[in-house]
T-cell receptor, first 114, second 109 residues
């Protein structure tokens, strides 16, 4: 069964550094998402992406964040200057269509900012 | 904002017993989805409810959408150790999911 994959599984970085989290969505899916989950808390929406542009973003997704689909398979989340409070699990998800269709989540990247 | 609230936050269940977790919204929902996240894992889609009063079953799991479409419940019968995890309800609107806080289920053998 096709799966969403994410790399790396764990990223440790120093405050102020840039990080890029990578995702390979399911191949025939058209909508891509990033969510984050601070340890022990709920899953929070960051951004959705369709047709090579952002379709929706949350208030968390400020100017420090950007997303890109650099080729036909990868979908990346960049955090320009990491803060301690960016430490969280970041999940990529994809769906074949948007709206209320179910989303398929990747295994996540645990980001630790020191 | 249009949040969804879940209760209880934690559920300690004896193996073999039943339990129910609830999801509530102050506004009418067009749909509600349920996801399960195993410890250390990622959310996995379980089901979507869209119709008022809808009831769907998956083996020992029964999902219900309220008549007013402001609440939903997940009932698990004869709990097993494989049911351990956090169960989230989520509202799908636009191109995003808004998750509830989750019910973390711990099973005592």
């Amino acid at each position: 069964e096709p799966e969403v994959t994410q790399t790396p599984s764990h990223q440790v970085t120093q405050m102020g550094q840039e990080v890029i989290l990578r995702c390979v969505p399911i191949s025939n899916h058209l909508y891509f998402y990033w969510y984050r989950q601070i340890l022990g808390q709920k899953v929070e929406f960051l951004v959705s992406f369709y047709n090579n542009e952002i379709s929706e973003k949350s208030e968390i997704f400020d100017d420090q964040f950007s997303v890109e689909r650099p080729d036909g398979s990868n979908f990346t989340l960049k955090i320009r200057s990491t803060k301690l409070e960016d430490s969280a699990m970041y999940f990529c998800a994809s769906s074949p269509i948007g709206g209320s269709y179910e989303q398929y989540f990747g295994p996540g990247t645990r980001l630790t900012v020191t | 904002g249009q949040q969804v609230m879940q209760i209880p936050q934690y559920q300690h269940v004896q193996e073999g017993e039943d339990f129910t977790t609830y999801c509530n919204s102050s506004t009418t929902l067009s749909n509600i989805q349920w996801y399960k996240q195993r410890p250390g894992g990622h959310p996995v889609f379980l089901i979507q409810l869209v119709k008022s009063g809808e009831v769907k079953k998956q083996k020992r799991l029964t999902f219900q959408f309220g008549e007013a479409k402001k609440n939903s419940s997940l009932h698990i019968t004869a709990t097993q150790t494989t049911d351990v995890g956090t169960y989230f309800c989520a509202r799908a609107a636009g191109n995003k999911l808004t998750f509830g806080g989750g019910t973390r289920v711990l099973v005592k053998p």
